[in-house]
C-alpha cells in the first residue's frame, strides 16, 4: 500500500511540473515551400520540469483527432527534463537550414510532421492521453496562421487543453530578421518574438531580455 501512495504522489509530482511546460510559439513560415517551420516549447517554471511520456502530437487540415507523435525524450536525447525558462525548437525536415540561418543556432530536434496554417498542435501525456496544451480547434480547417507566426503571450502561465486565441499573437506576415525576431509581433507578446527563448509572466520585456537557452 506504501508502495502504491508513493507512486501515486512521484506520477502526480510529475504530472504537475510537466504542466509548467507551453507550446510558445507555432511557424507557417512565408519562404520558399512555406519554410521555416517550427514549434517552440518552454518550461516556464520555475524548476525542471521532466519530458518523460510527453508527446508533440498534430491534427492536419481539420481532422478532428491528433496523431503523427513526435515522443520528447527520443527527439531531445539526451535531455529528460527542461530546465527552469528553457525553450526547445522543432522543425522538420527541409525547415532546418532556413533556421539556422534566421536564428544563428540549429533547431533542437530536425524531424516529425510540418505544420501549414490550418494545422493543430498538441502537447500530450502519452501514458495518460491526457491533453496538456493545445494550439488550433481540432474538427477546423480554416487558415488560421497562414504564412504567420503564432506567439503565445508573455502573461500566459499556465497550460491550455482548449485553445483560446486571446492567448495567442499571430502575425499578419511572417517576416523573419537575421535575429530571428518576426516583425509587428504586437503587444501581447512583447519580448516573446525570438525564436528559441520565451519569457512568461507580467511584467514587460525588454529587447533580447530572454532566457539565454537553445
Given at each position: ?12 509530482l ?51 483527432t491528433?496523431?503523427?507523435?513526435v ?12 530546465s ?22 540549429a533547431p ?5 510532421s ?13 501514458a ?47 517576416t ?5 525576431h ?33
Amino acid at each position: 500500500m506504501k508502495t502504491a501512495f508513493v507512486l501515486a504522489g512521484a506520477l502526480l509530482l510529475a504530472a504537475t511540473s510537466q504542466a509548467q511546460i507551453l507550446i510558445t510559439q507555432v511557424v507557417d513560415g512565408d519562404l520558399a515551400g512555406g519554410t521555416p517551420k517550427v514549434i517552440e516549447l518552454t518550461n516556464i517554471g520555475a524548476s525542471a520540469a521532466p519530458l518523460a511520456n510527453l508527446q508533440v502530437q498534430f491534427a492536419f487540415n481539420g481532422a478532428a483527432t491528433l496523431g503523427n507523435a513526435v515522443t520528447l525524450t527520443t527527439a531531445l536525447t539526451p535531455l529528460t527534463e527542461l530546465s527552469a525558462g528553457q525553450s526547445v525548437t522543432i522543425v522538420p525536415t527541409g525547415s532546418d537550414d532556413e533556421f539556422l540561418a534566421i536564428t544563428g543556432f540549429a533547431p533542437s530536434f530536425v524531424g516529425g510532421s510540418s505544420v501549414n496554417g490550418n494545422d493543430v498542435v498538441a502537447l500530450v501525456n502519452s501514458a495518460t492521453t491526457t491533453v496538456i496544451d493545445q494550439f488550433g480547434t481540432l474538427g477546423s480547417a480554416t487558415d488560421f496562421y497562414l504564412d504567420s507566426s503564432a506567439v503565445r503571450n508573455q502573461s500566459i502561465t499556465a497550460p491550455n487543453a482548449t485553445y483560446t486565441s486571446s492567448e495567442w499573437t499571430i502575425t499578419s506576415v511572417d517576416t523573419l530578421d537575421l535575429n530571428g525576431h518576426i516583425a509587428a509581433i504586437g503587444s501581447g507578446a512583447t519580448g516573446n518574438n525570438r525564436l528559441g527563448f520565451h519569457q512568461a509572466g507580467a511584467a514587460p520585456a525588454s529587447a533580447d531580455a530572454w532566457n539565454l537557452y537553445q
